[in-house]
């Protein structure tokens, strides 16, 4: 096992402190979030639950907490290896007797750790779902204590989803065989039907179901136009977030990899992520993710569940998602630590043109098609949407938000809009007119007036509409189109060519009955006045450049590399910060602060103090 700090007897074995005592005492956190204290009530007193809530919305404690209060230990259901293996490691750093027990173990480690559970000495106990259905653990478990069962991304039960385990499908057998022991199913994945399944397969005896708000209000989400991908990422990187670490979302596995190498030329320790590297070189670039503060994945969506590193302080996007869904649970990964974090994504109309070609081509049955097309509808209007972009967000997951959040890129700098009646219909007509075969850069050409060989060939400077739209630039015709597009007023044609076609939605508009409004385009890095605004409402910033956080950082990684865990299983940044802006003077000073608990107190205050001592020198 990993780390070496002795797992201590926890107090559930003397005493039965209520939770708040745990929060603090334990965790060292002062309140609970969100609806944590409803939860870990309802299952400290034997009831089941089903809790949705965010990523980084602190799901773990509400099973942990329990697994403290009730007698016995608590055994965790997870999927994910390395997820067990973090969280073991920071509950042991917190006092907490925890293990994991799985296919990694050596017998020796297995065995020690079987007696351990036997001997009730064990709070928690996190397994992979097909160990614990194997007959022996079974019987393990039978002649043991139990204080809950914890299902850990209950979502995995869905046949649907695309993370469906099927060992997940057979965890009734725990209701029938354990029928006192409370059961707790987690998950951040939101929609009805994956809820109703959960329900059905592993809760079937009924309980309270917990919805926490889904959102996560230190996330700055911003959407800007594609120009020159790359540039901009660069440039956001070295503007907002040198020396952090990120997580760049793109398309392809080449495309992954290109930017990786590309980053890292420009001076950006970058590293690809994706299915198809060797599994050795892919876990080298994973753990060198987890256990350094500074690097950037360029990552598949191959990446990233199960990684619960708290300090991911951007993602961004190159490639637009698959769905609003997948945008959500890949942008929920930056900030689980509560600190400002990005959402950073650029797209384009070649984006828009190939993601809607590649949803009409596909041949899957019609009511996929459908739930597609609507998926794809929710991605684009909110990608389009002039206002607040918390609404539209929250909206696909059944909650209202009353928008004006003040801290996405619409309420930090408000789009200009304009009325586009007039162009988008000079547009449709202009595609229309010239038989819709034709990309968007041709059906500018005419629109512009620009007499090329091709629009003479095609003999399109006799159309009515050629040289009709010569009042806009080119930029902002195409800016028009990508709008369309993104509204469905134009499509792709079937085949695939290139060209644009009128959509189904588009005669209103054209017989003059209805009025769109279009947004001016923007890139996002060229917003640098109104960010400042934005950091006024938040506590404080990890002050980076500063000697001081940097020799803080330099104690933490010097103590994690000696205990073989990751950084911020010793101190999240968010305490270290606020050490520095706190400088506590003593022990009982910084037993205040937020994330220092007892045990970590014992271990590491003395030393803590040192530091800031020295820091003054
Ligand atoms: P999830 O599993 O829901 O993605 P975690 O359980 O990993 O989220 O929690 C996210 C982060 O929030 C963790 O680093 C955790 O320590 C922290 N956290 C959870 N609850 C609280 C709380 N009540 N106060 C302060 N920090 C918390
Ligand atoms: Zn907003």
């Not at 099927?166 to 022991?181: A, M």
């Not at 503060?293 to 990446?303: H, L, Q, R």
């Given at each position: 096992m990993s780390g070496q700090t002795e797992p201590l007897q926890s107090p559930s074995l003397n005493e039965q402190p209520a939770a708040e005592q745990i929060l603090s005492k334990v965790f060292g956190y002062p309140d609970f979030r969100g609806r944590q204290r409803e939860i870990i009530e309802a299952v400290c007193s034997g009831n089941n639950a089903l809790v949705l809530m965010p990523t980084g919305g602190g799901k773990s404690l509400c099973y942990q907490i329990p697994a403290l209060v009730r007698p016995g230990t608590a055994i965790v259901v997870s999927p994910l290896i390395a997820l067990m293996r973090d969280q073991v490691d920071s509950l042991r750093q917190n006092g907490v007797s925890a293990a994991v027990l799985n296919s990694s173990l050596d017998p020796a480690t297995r065995r020690q750790t079987e007696d351990a559970l036997a001997a009730g000495i064990l709070d928690l106990l996190y397994?992979?779902?097909?160990?614990?259905?194997?007959?022996?653990?079974?019987?393990?478990?039978?002649?043991?204590?139990?204080?809950?069962?914890?299902?850990?991304?209950?979502?995995?039960?869905?046949?649907?989803?695309?993370?469906?385990?099927?060992?997940?499908?057979?965890?009734?057998?725990?209701?029938?065989?354990?029928?006192?022991?409370p059961r707790i199913a987690l998950t951040a994945t939101a929609d009805e039907r994956t809820r109703t399944e959960i329900m059905r397969c592993l809760l079937p005896d009924g309980g309270q179901t917990f919805i926490d708000s889904f959102d996560r209000p230190n996330i700055?989400?911003?959407?800007?136009?594609?120009?020159?991908?790359?540039?901009?990422?660069?440039?956001?990187?070295?503007?907002?977030?040198?020396?952090?670490?990120?997580?760049?979302?793109?398309?392809?596995?080449?495309?992954?990899?290109?930017?990786?190498?590309?980053?890292?030329?420009?001076?950006?320790?970058?590293?690809?992520?994706?299915?198809?590297?060797?599994?050795?070189?892919?876990?080298?670039?994973?753990?060198?993710?987890?256990?350094?503060?500074?690097?950037?994945?360029?990552?598949?969506?191959?990446?990233?569940?199960?990684?619960?590193?708290?300090?991911?302080?951007?993602?961004?996007?190159?490639?637009?998602?698959?769905?609003?869904?997948?945008?959500?649970?890949?942008?929920?990964?930056?900030?689980?630590?509560?600190l400002p974090a990005d959402a950073w994504m650029v797209y384009g109309l070649s984006d828009l043109m190939q993601i809607r070609q590649l949803r009409t081509r596909s041949g899957t049955s019609a009511a996929q098609m459908q739930l597609d097309r609507e998926r794809l509808e929710a991605l684009l209007a909110y990608c389009e949407h002039p206002g607040c972009r918390r609404p539209p967000l929250l909206s696909y997951f059944g909650e209202q938000h009353p928008g004006n959040c003040g801290h996405c890129d619409n309420c930090l700098d408000p789009p200009e809009t304009w009325d586009g009646t007039e162009a988008a219909r000079m547009a449709l007509s202009c595609v229309y007119r010239s038989g819709q075969r034709f990309g968007a850069a041709h059906i500018v050409d005419i629109l512009l007036g620009n007499a090329t060989d091709k629009v003479i060939r095609q003999g399109h400077d006799n159309l009515s509409t050629f040289g009709i739209g010569s009042e806009l630039d080119r930029k902002r015709w195409h800016s028009v189109i990508r709008q369309l597009l993104a509204m469905g007023h134009l499509m792709p044609d079937p085949e695939g060519h290139g060209g644009l076609v009128l959509g189904d939605q588009c005669r209103e508009l054209l017989r003059g009955e209805r009025s769109v409004t279009l947004r001016q385009d923007v890139t996002p890095t060229s917003r640098k006045g109104p960010v400042k605004r934005a950091e006024k409402n938040q506590t404080f910033q990890a002050p980076d450049d500063s000697p001081a956080w940097q020799k803080l950082r330099q104690w933490r990684m010097e103590l994690a590399r000696e205990r073989e865990v990751p950084p911020y299983v010793i101190f999240h940044d968010a305490t270290l910060a606020e050490v520095l802006a706190r400088r506590p003077a003593n022990l009982e000073e910084l037993g205040e602060i937020s994330g220092v608990g007892r045990h970590k107190l014992t271990h590491y205050g003395q030393s803590l103090l040192e530091v800031l001592a020295s820091l003054d020198e």
């Open positions: 397994i992979a779902p097909e160990r614990l259905l194997r007959e022996s653990t079974l019987a393990l478990l039978e002649r043991t204590r139990l204080a809950l069962f914890a299902i850990d991304e209950a979502h995995c039960v869905s046949q649907w989803g695309h993370d469906f385990r099927p060992e997940y499908l057979k965890l009734d057998t725990l209701r029938q065989r354990f029928p006192d022991v700055r989400y911003r959407v800007g136009l594609k120009r020159n991908a790359r540039q901009q990422l660069l440039s956001f990187i070295r503007a907002e977030h040198l020396g952090h670490s990120g997580i760049v979302y793109c398309f392809s596995r080449k495309r992954a990899e290109e930017t990786a190498a590309w980053l890292s030329k420009q001076g950006i320790d970058a590293l690809p992520y994706h299915a198809g590297l060797d599994t050795e070189i892919r876990q080298h670039h994973q753990d060198r993710f987890i256990n350094d503060e500074a690097v950037v994945i360029c990552a598949t969506i191959a990446f990233g569940m199960g990684i619960d590193k708290p300090d991911v302080r951007f993602v961004a996007h190159l490639d637009l998602p698959a769905s609003i869904e997948s945008y959500y649970q890949e942008t929920g990964r930056a900030g689980r630590d509560g």
